[in-house]
């Protein structure tokens, strides 16, 4: 019997208490805090943004710092509470939760939730990625676009309290698991930039006598996406992509195994490589090799090499759209064929190594996060208590 079986049979064995968030805690909205008011020194400081995109399960640190006669006006968690973001364009990053441990006071923009509560703060935060709690929290998410979620909705929301030293048992565990996901993740970047370093060497133009100097329009035929919508052709089989990531899934497909390069809304990372069957939107295109001295994986190389350059190429807009002309227009230099295979294999070895999910480190990273969270939501899963 483990530890955590044995406190359990020990402090609850008929069943555990569940509470609402807003019987054992209280919400506070932060306030007044701007992106522009963030510094590299100061009071301790989390913008909502940052909550997205930089904090895990909690923290001790801040990522930016304001001035502290700034912060001293606003509300500001203390240590052990809860920094819950309030909007996402995303149901399942609506009230993301980091516990804030840090020492000092740390100021809370607006769009975020101070939860200040008698519970550990761990265990509430990591309740708050559970799935006991995301399929309680889906019913109260309001808005269109952008979508949110009300501190009067998150008092609602029921949470198993077991006692303090199952809760501090559950953390420790759950620690673990997040603490190796850190190193596998670390590992895995390490590898990118190892990546990226070779592409950067491997790729570097040759002005030889052996090499040519072409236009991508001499190279290649661009083919262009179809378009399908979410609401008409949403299914399970193939994932659907334009010019970013994943966007949906759908029951047919139209490419497989291809490089995918932004048309519309572009962003930096304006090329990838897409193993497997998937659906090519028309906001991204493909291409075919049409000149017999080519690799198409070596030319996928070095698009990927030349991301700046590509997205220098976009429309000046808000919404930055690929010049087609002026993207066939840009000149790559060209080893004999049999050395841009040679490169292509050794940088396809790489590109697998770090972004395939059927082997290596990336597919190491997902069986342990699905471990995670099947642990996870099995320890915060408790019989309730009779009245």
């Known amino acids: 019997m483990s530890k955590l079986d044995t406190l359990i049979a020990e402090l609850c064995p008929a069943g555990v208490e569940h509470r609402s968030l807003g019987e054992v805690g209280h919400f506070t909205r932060g306030n007044g805090l701007q992106k ?27 990522k930016s710092f304001t001035d502290p006669a700034l912060a001293a006006k606003l509300r500001r968690a203390r240590h052990g509470d809860l920094i819950i973001v ?3 364009e995303d149901d399942a990053a609506v009230a993301k939760a980091t516990a ?33 709690f995301q399929d309680q929290k889906v019913r109260f998410i309001s808005g269109t676009k952008v979508r949110r979620i009300a501190g009067s909705a998150l008092e609602k929301i029921r949470i198993p309290v077991p006692p303090i030293e199952v809760q501090r ?25 190892q990546y990226e370093h070779y592409r950067r060497v491997l790729l570097a133009p040759l002005d030889t006598s052996d090499a040519q100097n072409l236009s991508l329009g001499e190279i290649m035929k661009i083919n262009f996406g179809t378009r399908i919508t979410k609401s008409k052709d949403a299914g399970t089989k193939y994932p659907v992509y334009g010019g970013g990531g994943e966007s949906f899934r759908t029951d047919a497909y139209n490419r497989r195994d291809e490089w995918v390069i932004s048309r519309f809304a572009m962003s930096a990372n304006c090329v990838r490589r897409v193993s497997g069957e998937f659906w090519m939107l028309d906001s991204g295109f493909t ?3 049409v000149n017999a001295n080519v690799d198409k994986d070596f030319l996928g ?22 010049d087609i002309e002026g993207f066939k227009r840009l000149r790559v230099w ?7 295979r040679e490169i292509a294999i050794i940088l396809n070895d790489f590109d697998t190594l770090v972004h395939s999910l059927s082997v290596g480190l990336p597919a190491e ?17 408790f019989e309730e208590a009779s009245a």
């Open 287 to 289: 291409f075919d090799i």
């Open 86 to 88: 309030t909007t996402s």
């Open 301 to 322: 190389q070095l698009l990927l090499n030349m991301q700046a350059t590509i997205f220098a190429t976009s429309t000046q807009s808000a919404q930055k759209n690929i």
């Open 100 to 132: 804030w441990l840090g020492n000092e006071e740390a100021a809370i923009s607006g769009d975020a939730y101070i939860y200040r509560h008698t519970l550990d703060p761990r265990y509430v935060a990591y309740f708050f990625q559970s799935r006991p």
């Open 365 to 381: 990273l997902m069986a342990r996060r699905q471990q995670y969270e099947y642990y996870r939501d099995r320890l915060l899963t």
């Open 36 to 62: 522009s008011d963030l510094a590299d020194a100061g009071a301790p400081a989390i913008h909502y943004g940052q909550l997205h995109t930089h904090y895990g399960v909690w923290t001790r640190t801040t």
């Open 169 to 193: 048992e559950i953390v420790r565990i759950l620690d673990q698991f997040t603490e190796l996901e850190a190193e596998l993740e670390a590992e895995l970047e390490a590898r990118r930039r």
């Open 334 to 340: 060209l080893p004999p064929l049999s050395r841009q």
